[in-house]
Nanobody, 118 residues
Framework: QVQLVESGGGLVQAGGSLRLSCVAS????????MGWFRQGPGRQRELVAS???????YYRDSVKGRFTISRDNGKNTVYLQMNSLKPEDTAVYYC????????????WGQGTQVTVSS
């Protein structure tokens, strides 16, 4: 089981951008689904986006057109480009292996905090 380390979070004003990175301890080439999740204050963890090994992607409605998930198997890294950020995007963001496009499979890392100020 690969270990995943998230980074790239920070404090940004509404309308700004951030790029999150998720680096795996081993190869992700053989892993079909990878996903980004988030957990906002007082809220349950939710799937933000996922990507399959064939490049197919899924986004929750609230981030469509603003966020882009990508993966670089050569670097064992999954990215989440977040544009036009809103205060409601404030959360701790986590990555994980996913099955069936949305079901997390591995243990959770420490995540990376994203705070969007209005």
């Amino acid at each position: 089981q690969v270990q995943l380390v998230e980074s790239g979070g920070g404090l940004v004003q509404a309308g700004g951008s951030l790029r999150l990175s998720c680096v795996a301890s081993g190869s992700i080439s053989s892993i079909n689904g990878m996903g980004w999740f988030r957990q906002g204050p007082g809220r349950q963890r939710e799937l933000v986006a996922s990507i399959l090994s064939d490049g197919n992607t899924y986004y929750r409605d609230s981030v469509k057109g603003r966020f882009t998930i990508s993966r670089d198997n050569g670097k064992n890294t999954v990215y989440l480009q977040m544009n036009s950020l809103k205060p409601e995007d404030t959360a701790v963001y986590y990555c994980n292996v996913v099955a069936l496009r949305s079901i997390p499979q591995g243990s959770w890392g420490q995540g990376t905090q994203v705070t969007v100020s209005s």
